[in-house]
């Protein structure tokens, strides 16, 4: 979940529409449409060179469905990495994170301070958790190092379960109001030192799906058709694609409702599949996704 940019509420990047180069920092699953293999397609349909770092390799991701899993950590490379794209003189105008270690934050840093150009955006996805717990891997001390990550973030896209592991305070999974989304976007925007949250997750009635926006002022919402499945990656897919409307130069508002309708196309490419469990047909509606840029 991370991008970087001086950020103008309604004009990310909208009067700075020449070539862009993203860096996507998170893991690969080789097998499952998530993570980099959602990732760097998706930003890149949308005319973003989309460069990436690989936090982990998988060879599957670890949502019930695949038995078991191999995992490389590559924490160690990352140093190398930066040293080497500094000397290149490699720089970037957008940074995308999502699924990273607590090891590797202190490294991340270091490598968006040093390697944003002017103005760099800063996106966070701070993927940890879904669904009350956390991910397998992660100890009761991650948030914390993750709340590191997202301080002074332009944007930062929890879901429910995220923002209150962030924030430390129990977790509501349903029967909620409006007034306790918005308190938690405002804490969200003031205790994590963030100029804008999108909140994810967010229902208010049973056939509405969608997300709340907080600019440090003002709240919008968005809200797309609730189809009856929950699939793996859907969150990647409206990440990427929202990280990359904003580097076509998009509002943020108009960027969340570009990523919530993309991922509700890749659900119906989907749907009919019984066989396709790990993840969603997001290759599939690329095309649709195109079409709502323009």
């Not at 959602?38 to 019930?64: F, Q, R, Y």
């Not at 109001?177 to 967010?202: F, S």
């Not at 600019?215 to 009856?228: A, H, M, S, V």
């Not at 890749?266 to 396709?276: A, G």
Request: proline letters at 4%.
């Amino acid at each position: 979940n991370i991008v970087l940019l001086i950020f103008n509420n309604s004009k990310l990047f909208r009067n700075k529409l020449m070539d862009k180069r993203l860096l996507t920092i998170q893991d690969i699953s080789c097998v499952g449409q998530c993570s980099l293999t959602v990732a760097l397609p998706v930003i890149s349909a949308c005319g973003i060179e989309t460069a990436i770092l690989p936090s982990s390799v998988l060879s599957n991701h670890t949502a019930p469905g695949f038995s078991a899993w191999t995992f490389n950590d590559l924490t160690d490379d990352m140093p190398n990495i930066l040293a080497q794209w500094k000397k290149e003189n490699i720089t970037f105008d957008a940074f995308y994170t999502g699924y990273v270690s607590k090891t590797q934050i202190p490294y991340i840093q270091q490598i968006i301070k040093e390697t944003a150009r002017p103005g760099a955006l800063k996106i966070v996805d701070p993927v940890m958790a879904d669904n009350g717990k956390l991910y397998a891997g992660f100890d009761a001390d991650f948030p914390k190092e993750m709340a590191k990550l997202c301080d002074g973030a332009d944007v930062l896209m929890p879901n429910l379960t995220e923002a209150s592991f962030l924030l430390d305070v129990p977790y509501v999974a349903e029967n909620y109001d409006k007034q306790y989304i918005e308190d938690l976007c405002k804490k969200l925007h003031d205790e994590l030192n963030v100029k804008n949250v999108v909140l994810t997750g967010v229902s208010f009635e049973p056939s509405k799906l969608g997300c709340a926006i907080y600019n440090g002022t003002d709240f919008d919402y968005y809200f797309t058709e609730k189809l009856p499945v929950s699939m793996h990656g859907t969150g990647d897919v409206f990440a990427s694609a929202l990280a990359g409307s904003l580097c076509r130069g998009k509002t943020l508002s108009q960027a969340a409702a570009i990523g919530a309708n993309y991922v509700v196309e890749s659900i119906k490419q989907t749907i009919d599949d019984k066989d396709h469990w790990y993840g969603v047909k997001f290759e599939k509606a690329i095309p649709y996704l195109i079409e709502q840029l323009k």
